[in-house]
Every structure is written in structure tokens, then in C-alpha cells.
């Protein structure tokens, strides 16, 4: 069910003919536009060819093309007016190509579309794995480096290494899912608040339907979804969620919004009352992280936030971390 290029496509501007001189059995090679040559019938083009002469093709695989001669194919899916796979035009930006194809339905949720790249998730993939193998090191190198007086503390320590090299594993099975942010506005619904972003091979735009419910995770007595309603704050949804427990972290709550940005006290400057007041959209989620204070042995393990803001993880990633 996916449409997608069946063949490499020929590179119409460039060919090479690969000549052998006989005296002294040295190699030429003679270019020429393939698509002058052929399919308009320059004779500028058309090379004189000689016996042993090697004409070789290249598709656009071979050599990569300037991009706007690049076949670009992207997946439009959700509340648009014809869902389906479209080919970019040359210079086509993501909000030309919404528009072409007729804009968004009447229940479209702009400020929760989802814009996934695929040179974006394996760069996130890389990072990710990057910081976990440097947590993994951390906790080798700490337990390596303590000094252990008595066998008790030798289970302690073990154990506590074992806790947290189990706590790196769950982290391993979060995968990164290349979404873009697009700062959408939160009071701009048309399709003309898309950011003119240029459109890449295998991009996917999903637009949702508009939600109507909040959900809270997290260190809560009642981890559930209410219904959104305009007039309530984030403190209002921890209340119906029966509030953070003994064992929350409560100066680390943050709220994923639906466009997958992400607002937490631990930003510069804002202060939790302010956090509390803030305006919450249809779509967020609200996470309350337990404290982690018994994982010292690392401070970006600390601040979720930080990682699911540099690596869009979104709220898939929650799925993982509420069995943490």
C-alpha cells in the first residue's frame, strides 16, 4: 500500500563516454548531456562514437542531482482535503502543497500535525544513542571507581548498577520518530500558518482530527484523560488527577504540547506559578516525573524534558517511560 519510486531514475543531464587510446593505452572520458543527445537530437550532444568506446549511464542514485532536480514523493494524511502520496514540484514548500491539493478539512487540528522526516529521525537516533551509551559508560565507570569496605555495601553498590543499567535498557526501546516541530500558532487553524519548509524525499505530514481531551501520566494518584476545557489551567487537571504522589518530583513537571514542544518549570525564568496558570491545548499531555534523586549518578538522566524536546519523542515515547 505504499507508493513509492519502483526504479532508479536515469540522470537525463549527465553521461560519460569512456574512450582507450591505443598509443599510449591512456583513459578518456568525454561527457555529454544524455537527454540533449537522445530526446532532442543535439548534435552537439550526440558524441561520435569510436570502436571499444564505454557508454555509461548513470541514474540519479548514482550521482546525486542538484535537489530541485531530485524526485521527491511526500505522504499528506489526515484531515486534508484528498489525502494521498504527492510528487513535489521543483521548489513546492510544505504549505504550496497543501494548498495544491485542495488545503485542510473543516475538523483539522493544525497546532497537533505531525511532520516526520526520515534524515531527521536517523540524525535523533544517532544523538539518542549517543547520550545512552554515554550514561552506560558513566555507570561502569562509577562502579569501577568506588571504594567498597564491607561486603554489604558491595550489594548496595551492585544492585544500585543493576538498577540503573535496567533503567538505560527501557531507555534503549524509545525510539526516535524524526518529527519536526513547526511553531505553529495556537490560534491559527488555516493552512496558511505552515511554515514554507522545504519538502525532502519521503516526507509524511499527518493532520489530526481536533481532540478533545488532556491526558496526565506520571507520579499521580489518578493517571487518566479528562475532557479539555477551554476555561481550566494545568493545575485544574492535576487536581482532577488527584495530584502529584509522595514520591513526585513536582518542580519538574512539563507539559508536552500537541505540536510536540515542550514548557516545564526548569526552563529559564519560568516560574511554577506561572506553570501552573499556563494555558493548556487540546492534545497536551501534563507529566508529572517521579523523583530521581536515587539516580545520581548521572544529571541529564534528570531532566526528561531536555530529552524529549531535542529528540521530538513526543508522547509515543511515554509508553516506555510510565513502566520506568
Same mark, same amino acid.
Given at each position: 500500500? !505504499? ?5 532508479? @531514475? /536515469? ?35 550526440n ?18 542531482v ?10 499528506? !494524511? ?9 510528487? /513535489? ?15 485542510? &478539512? ?5 497546532f ?25 559508560? @558513566?555507570?561502569?565507570?562509577?562502579q569501577?571507581?568506588? &571504594? ?9 553498590? =551492585? ?17 526516535? *520518530?524524526?518529527?519536526?516541530?513547526? !511553531? ?7 493552512? !496558511? ?18 481532540? &478533545? *481531551? ?17 476555561? =481550566? ?11 502529584? *504522589?509522595?514520591?513526585?518530583? &513536582?518542580?519538574?513537571?512539563?507539559v ?7 514548557i ?11 506553570l ?8 497536551? *499531555? ?12 548521572? =544529571? ?14 513526543g ?10
Amino acid at each position: 500500500n !505504499e507508493v513509492r519510486r519502483s526504479l532508479p @531514475e /536515469v540522470n537525463w543531464d549527465y553521461a560519460v563516454v569512456e574512450r582507450l587510446n591505443t598509443s599510449d593505452l591512456t583513459t578518456s572520458l568525454i561527457p555529454f548531456n544524455l537527454g540533449k543527445a537522445i530526446l532532442e537530437n543535439d548534435p552537439a550532444q550526440n558524441v561520435q562514437l569510436q570502436p571499444g568506446d564505454v557508454i555509461t549511464i548513470f541514474s540519479k542514485d548514482d550521482i546525486t542531482v542538484q535537489f530541485s532536480k531530485q524526485p521527491i514523493f511526500v505522504r499528506l !494524511e489526515g484531515e486534508l482535503a484528498v489525502s494521498g502520496v504527492y510528487q /513535489v514540484k521543483p521548489g513546492e514548500t510544505l504549505r504550496q502543497l497543501v494548498a495544491r491539493v485542495g488545503g485542510l &478539512s473543516p475538523n483539522a487540528y493544525l497546532f497537533g500535525a505531525e511532520f516526520e522526516r526520515e534524515s531527521t529521525r536517523v540524525l535523533q537516533q544517532k544523538r539518542l544513542d549517543e547520550v545512552l551509551d554515554r550514561l552506560e559508560q @558513566e555507570v561502569q565507570r562509577n562502579q569501577g571507581a568506588k &571504594s567498597v569496605l564491607s561486603k554489604e555495601e558491595a550489594d548496595l553498590a =551492585k544492585a544500585a548498577a543493576e538498577g540503573q543499567l535496567a533503567l538505560i535498557s527501557r531507555l534503549r526501546k524509545i525510539r526516535a *520518530t524524526g518529527r519536526i516541530v513547526l !511553531e505553529m500558532s495556537q490560534d491559527r487553524a488555516q493552512f !496558511e500558518g505552515l511554515p514554507d519548509l522545504r519538502l525532502e524525499d519521503g516526507d509524511r505530514f499527518f493532520v489530526p482530527a481536533s481532540p &478533545s *481531551t488532556v491526558s496526565v501520566v506520571g507520579a499521580i494518584y489518578n493517571t487518566s484523560t479528562f475532557i479539555y476545557r477551554p476555561e =481550566k489551567r494545568l493545575s485544574d487537571y492535576l487536581a482532577q488527577a488527584g495530584g502529584p *504522589t509522595k514520591d513526585a518530583d &513536582s518542580g519538574s513537571i512539563y507539559v508536552i504540547r500537541a505540536d510536540g514542544t515542550v514548557i516545564s518549570r526548569r526552563q529559564s525564568g519560568y516560574l511554577f506559578s506561572r506553570l501552573e496558570s499556563e494555558r493548556i491545548m487540546p492534545g497536551d *499531555t501534563v507529566v508529572v516525573p517521579e523523583n530521581m534523586d536515587r539516580f545520581r549518578f548521572t =544529571k541529564e538522566l534528570k531532566d526528561w524534558s531536555q530529552i524529549f524536546y531535542q529528540f521530538a519523542l513526543g508522547v509515543a515515547g511515554l509508553k516506555v517511560l510510565r513502566n520506568l
